[in-house]
Every structure is written in structure tokens, then in C-alpha cells.
């Protein structure tokens, strides 16, 4: 007999997968979200942009790459949603722009109504974290495309932010400081790289490493840091004129997104130590430093620049809140030769 179950589809398993998640949407909320989960749309009350004298919309979509793989090997689900939420909602948050609502998606070769539940409560954590709300979501499965114990999610947010408000290139001066604030570790980015080093060196991820203090895959799988809410309170107080998020491409490449083609920013790699996560992954990997500066954050998820007149307050503020926070350089004009972003020097000694 043919039927959805034989086919490796589990319309039970879904529903029970549903009932099971709800303890964790609940904590994810906003007042403006109408009506419960369970449609088949999110709703929100749009009625909350009337205080906006010329609301601009923003959206981000994005997914944690391989990083679930470590996730699964490890068979911990319950904080790779909070990557989820930092990769889509801190790219929301460089423009300016509040996080509004999230939803997810979560794709699996078979559905475990307790593990999706992890994987939604780490989703959930991750909102709540961020003041975003979670108001939907789809769980699909596919049978024979993906093993039964294979996964990967996605997510799209979207925030608003006033249009005297916007923050970018634009705003940019001479004489603006560039601060550093510290990433949590590898955050999101760069898995492909590590997963070939794991491979390629017979690495465990239960090994414990000594200059981590913790196993390899441990210190892999800490969540990516959330800094949308913490920024969206210091530039409601500070001036900042832009912010970039630290992913794909490194430091350089994602702050020269940020930067004006007549301006050039030389970023002291002496004012910071590399993480020991860094350089046990470069060490045993044998990585260039270009390789090594081009994939992974290298200790920095957020970049900020802001008038001199910003700074002292700004590494105050960012240092209550619990990051550790640094200047970097000035913003200066292109010499002719280059503009962008460099970096010079050499990293601090452990």
C-alpha cells in the first residue's frame, strides 16, 4: 500500500512537532503580533508604523550554512537557532533598522517532534534575545533527499527603521573612528573551511583543546553573538553614522561595504589578540593568513564607525552591555594609490 507514511512523510510527527514548539514561540513575541500560530500566515500589526514620520522597510534572509553539521554530529539542537537569528537580524540592524518579526523555515529527512522543538526553542531564544517576534514558520520534510538525522533552516526578518534615521555610506566622515566589537567565536561563517580541516587532519570533535579550555566541537557550536538589540539602544542615545556585520568575506571586505569610495580605513591588527580558536584552526590547518582573514571573522562580528566625539561614550555604553569593545582606526581620505579597507600590522601576543 502506497501512502504518505510508506513515502517517508509523517503528518503526525509534524503536528506533535508543533504542539511541542509553542512553549518556546510564546517567549518570542511582540504586542503588535495578532492572532497565535497555526495559520497559514504571520500576522502584524502594521498600525505600530504610524509613530514613524517616513517608515523604510527592511528585510534579511539568510541560513547557518554548515554550521548544522557540527550541530548534528554533536546531537545538540537547541542553540543553532540562535545563529539563525544573529546572521538574519544583525544584518538588519547596520542600517539602523528595529527587527520587527522573523520567520523560519526548517528542512529535515525526518521529522522528530523533539528535535524540531530544539531546534525552534534555540529560534525562539534567539528572538527574544533580539526584541524580534517570532510569528511563523514551515517544517518540511524530505525523505531520500536528506538522512534522517540531516537539516538545514533558514530564516527572513523584517524591521523598519526611520528614513532621517538610515545609517550607511552616506553618513561616513573623516576623522570617523572605526570600533571593533568582539565576536563569540566563528559565529556562521567559514564551516566549509573547518569541516576540510576537521577532514583533511582527522580531527574529533570530542577532543578536548587545551588553549580552548573545552572540546573542539564545543567551542565550534557556541551561538553566534545577537547584537541587534544592545545597538539599537546605543544608537538611539550615541551618534554612529554605519555598521557592518562581520560574515563571509572577513573584516575588510564586509566594512569596505560600509565605507565611501573617496575614503580609506587601515585597521590595526595590534589592537587585538587573535582568539585561540583562530589559531588553533589556522595552525593545524596550515591556512594563509589571507585564507584565514578572508573566511572567518578573526574576533570581530561588528564593526562601528562613529565620530570622535562618539567614541569614549560608545566603548562605555558597548562595555556595560557585556562586549568587549576597541578602536580599530580613522577613517581618512583615499591617498589616490587605494581606498578601502587594509589591514596592517601584526596580531598581540598571547
Known sequence: M????????????????????????AKAQRPEVYGGIGGFAGLFDASALKKFQRPLL????????????????????????????????????VCGAEPLFLTDYIAVGKVI??????????????????????????????????????????????????EGKLLGADRVAIGDVAIAISSSGVHANG???VRHIIKEKKLSLDTEIAELGQTLGHALLTPTTIYAADLLDLIAEIEVHAMAHITGGGLAANTERVLPASMQLTIDRATWELPPLFSYLQNVGGVPNEDLERTFNCGVGMVLLAPAKSVTATLARLRRQGHQAWELGEVAPSDGARSGVKLEGTFQNR
Open 2 to 25: 502506497s501512502t504518505y507514511e510508506a513515502a517517508g512523510v509523517s503528518i503526525a510527527a509534524g503536528d506533535r512537532a508543533v504542539e511541542l514548539m509553542k512553549a518556546s514561540i
Open 58 to 93: 527592511a528585510t534579511s534572509t539568510d541560513g547557518v550554512g554548515t554550521k548544522t553539521e557540527i550541530a548534528r554530529q554533536l546531537g545538540v539542537y537547541n542553540t543553532i537557532g540562535e545563529d539563525l537569528v544573529a546572521m538574519v537580524v544583525d544584518d538588519l540592524v
Open 113 to 162: 517532534p523533539e528535535r524540531i522543538a530544539e531546534l525552534v526553542s534555540g529560534i525562539a531564544n534567539g528572538c527574544a534575545k533580539a526584541r524580534t517576534a517570532l510569528v511563523g514558520g514551515e517544517t518540511a520534510e524530505h525523505p531520500q533527499l536528506l538522512k534522517e538525522d540531516e537539516f538545514d533552516i533558514a530564516g527572513a526578518a523584517t524591521g523598519v527603521v526611520e
Open 191 to 193: 564551516f566549509s573551511l
